[in-house]
């Protein structure tokens, strides 16, 4: 392999490994401040249970994350200098946000939050968790304003003495359309990651041998029965926002729609191929199951628009950017795209289940032992639901990595094959490859192992003894810091 294709590889491997904790942080800080919500206003014992509970593994996988993810900026300047070169001006804007005001606010109230159970009252401590999780929603909101830059270009104009665009409208950069569209569908897909392990967790609990305690039992129905509404709220707004963002991308990024169904020929009225059998990266439009004039109410909410294919896309960007092939992988944006929507559908499919056996107040039963199993399964699918959209997002646009506007300013693009460090070669990409995968390997297994060790403790082990969970008892604590050698000072019962 050259040395553009193992840098893909690099950055596409950390990427999508540090995009598993992601949603799940994003997803989770949101579900543990509700459930304390919920134990601040009632006073429930079973709410304190879910808060810290769920809270401990939010921590772990919160701490995964921010390991994982510095290695992303750093990449930019090692493999992809020309890139950083390129889009400095405008990309390091919302960079720079994300770290001084919404990764700030995230952890120094996360640190407030984890240290003031014992310090803080129950009004100023709740505060916390919830600047926290505003913190990581913010967080996300520059990410994505700064790849949808690279997705479609604005606010810029392009300096033709240092051949790089500059900002000169940061509005136009935040407030970007594809950044309108993409951001819900971002949220939506990591509340429902969060609400799925949450739920599958809490269902798996409840089913294995020796039971749970009744007050692990009463506080874990609580879960399952939030999540199931929670699954079915941010899967319903996930298709909404998915709509309505596949519509902007006909419009900014034909080729890439086009990929996604293989469509090789402009059609007038295209239907929506379900079901492909062969390559479509090589056959391209060997389509088995096609809902008739799907694609066209898809792109244009029309029976019979007009959508372009792949080869008249690709003969018009030759004529408009010079020799070259401009279709992305066909394989991978088509079966990517259609995985991304699978994966969902299963997710949903499990929350219909629950909601099934827990109709009109009732418990999960016990003694299923496919119920068990499937409450584990069910877990990873929205986080490949999120992984498989991402592929297809980014891959998608290829051979950009910064796609041209078509209404914009047509020196503002950038092939991916340009865009590396000239200083790198392959062997020392290699070498940061395996080094990079055998360390995320390992974070793997510390991770898994630290999740499973306390989700096998339960919720009976993070409450200190003698503590009943009453709001009232918090505030009857003694303001005293707890003594040195206390080995629970975190409250967390690590």
């Given at each position: 392999?050259?040395?553009?294709?193992?840098?893909?590889?690099?950055?596409?491997?950390?990427?999508v490994y540090h995009f598993?904790?992601?949603?799940?942080?994003?997803?989770?800080?949101?579900?543990?401040?509700?459930?304390?919500?919920?134990?601040?206003?009632?006073?429930?014992?079973?709410?304190?249970?879910?808060?810290?509970?769920?809270?401990?593994?939010?921590?772990?996988?919160?701490?995964?994350?921010?390991?994982?993810?510095?290695?992303?900026?750093?990449?930019?300047?090692?493999?992809?200098?020309?890139?950083?070169?390129?889009?400095?001006?405008?990309?390091?804007?919302?960079?720079?946000?994300?770290?001084?005001?919404?990764?700030?606010?995230?952890?120094?109230?996360?640190?407030?939050?984890?240290?003031?159970?014992?310090?803080?009252?129950?009004?100023?401590?709740?505060?916390?968790?919830?600047?926290?999780?505003?913190?990581?929603?913010?967080?996300?909101?520059?990410?994505?304003?700064?790849?949808?830059?690279?997705?479609?270009?604005?606010?810029?104009?392009?300096?033709?003495?240092?051949?790089?665009?500059?900002?000169?409208?940061?509005?136009?950069?935040?407030?970007?359309?594809?950044?309108?569209?993409?951001?819900?569908?971002?949220?939506?897909?990591?509340?429902?990651?969060?609400?799925?392990?949450?739920?599958?967790?809490?269902?798996?609990?409840?089913?294995?041998?020796?039971?749970?305690?009744?007050?692990?039992?009463?506080?874990?129905?609580?879960?399952?029965?939030?999540?199931?509404?929670?699954?079915?709220?941010?899967?319903?707004?996930?298709?909404?926002?998915?709509?309505?963002?596949?519509?902007?991308?006909?419009?900014?990024?034909?080729?890439?729609?086009?990929?996604?169904?293989?469509?090789?020929?402009?059609?007038?009225?295209?239907?929506?191929?379900?079901?492909?059998?062969?390559?479509?990266?090589?056959?391209?439009?060997?389509?088995?199951?096609?809902?008739?004039?799907?694609?066209?109410?898809?792109?244009?909410?029309?029976?019979?628009?007009?959508?372009?294919?792949?080869?008249?896309?690709?003969?018009?960007?030759?004529?408009?950017?010079?020799?070259?092939?401009?279709?992305?992988?066909?394989?991978i944006t088509y079966w990517?795209?259609?995985?991304?929507?699978?994966?969902?559908?299963?997710?949903?499919?499990?929350?219909?289940?629950?909601?099934?056996?827990?109709?009109?107040?009732?418990?999960?039963?016990?003694?299923?032992?496919?119920?068990?199993?499937?409450?584990?399964?069910?877990?990873?699918?929205?986080?490949?639901?999120?992984?498989?959209?991402?592929?297809?997002?980014?891959?998608?646009?290829?051979?950009?990595?910064?796609?041209?506007?078509?209404?914009?300013?047509?020196?503002?693009?950038?092939?991916?094959?340009?865009?590396?460090?000239?200083?790198?070669?392959?062997?020392?990409?290699?070498?940061?490859?395996?080094?990079?995968?055998?360390?995320?390997?390992?974070?793997?297994?510390?991770e898994v192992f630290l999740?499973?060790?306390?989700?096998?403790?339960?919720?009976?082990?993070?409450?200190?003894?003698?503590?009943?969970?009453?709001?009232?008892?918090?505030?009857?604590?003694?303001?005293?810091?707890?003594?040195?050698?206390?080995?629970?000072?975190?409250?967390?019962?690590?």
């Amino acid at each position: 392999m050259d040395t553009v294709t193992l840098a893909r590889w690099q950055f596409g491997i950390t990427t999508v490994y540090h995009f598993l904790m992601v949603p799940l942080t994003i997803g989770l800080s949101l579900v543990v401040a509700w459930f304390q919500t919920c134990w601040y206003r009632t006073g429930d014992e079973a709410y304190l249970r879910l808060t810290k509970f769920f809270g401990k593994l939010f921590l772990i996988n919160f701490a995964m994350g921010v390991v994982t993810g510095i290695v992303q900026e750093f990449q930019f300047g090692m493999n992809w200098a020309t890139y950083s070169r390129f889009v400095g001006d405008v990309f390091g804007a919302p960079l720079a946000m994300e770290a001084l005001v919404a990764f700030f606010l995230e952890s120094t109230f996360l640190g407030l939050w984890i240290f003031g159970w014992d310090r803080l009252s129950p009004r100023l401590h709740l505060a916390t968790i919830w600047a926290a999780s505003i913190g990581t929603v913010l967080s996300a909101y520059f990410i994505v304003a700064a790849n949808s830059w690279m997705q479609h270009p604005v606010g810029v104009r392009f300096n033709t003495e240092t051949g790089r665009p500059e900002m000169i409208d940061i509005k136009a950069v935040l407030t970007n359309s594809t950044t309108l569209a993409a951001y819900p569908h971002v949220i939506a897909g990591a509340v429902l990651v969060a609400a799925v392990f949450v739920g599958g967790i809490s269902a798996w609990m409840l089913q294995r041998d020796p039971a749970p305690s009744e007050r692990d039992a009463n506080a874990l129905h609580r879960a399952v029965r939030f999540t199931i509404w929670l699954t079915f709220v941010s899967g319903i707004v996930v298709a909404v926002s998915g709509d309505f963002q596949a519509r902007l991308m006909f419009q900014q990024q034909p080729m890439k729609m086009a990929s996604a169904e293989a469509l090789c020929d402009t059609e007038r009225g295209p239907g929506l191929s379900l079901f492909a059998i062969g390559d479509p990266g090589q056959t391209c439009s060997v389509h088995d199951f096609v809902l008739p004039h799907g694609l066209s109410l898809m792109a244009e909410h029309e029976l019979e628009a007009t959508i372009p294919g792949v080869n008249d896309l690709n003969a018009l960007y030759q004529q408009k950017f010079g020799p070259g092939d401009y279709r992305p992988n066909l394989f991978i944006t088509y079966w990517g795209f259609r995985s991304m929507i699978a994966f969902g559908a299963i997710a949903s499919a499990g929350a219909v289940v629950a909601l099934w056996f827990t109709r009109k107040g009732r418990r999960l039963p016990r003694g299923k032992r496919w119920l068990r199993v499937a409450s584990i399964l069910v877990i990873p699918t929205p986080f490949l639901a999120n992984a498989t959209g991402w592929i297809f997002t980014e891959m998608g646009r290829q051979p950009w990595v910064v796609a041209p506007n078509p209404n914009g300013i047509p020196e503002v693009r950038l092939q991916t094959a340009d865009a590396t460090s000239a200083a790198v070669s392959a062997p020392m990409v290699v070498t940061t490859l395996v080094g990079f995968a055998l360390i995320y390997g390992a974070l793997m297994v510390v991770e898994v192992f630290l999740l499973r060790r306390y989700v096998l403790a339960g919720p009976d082990a993070v409450l200190l003894p003698g503590e009943t969970g009453r709001r009232t008892e918090q505030l009857e604590r003694p303001s005293d810091p707890p003594d040195a050698d206390d080995d629970d000072v975190l409250g967390f019962a690590y």
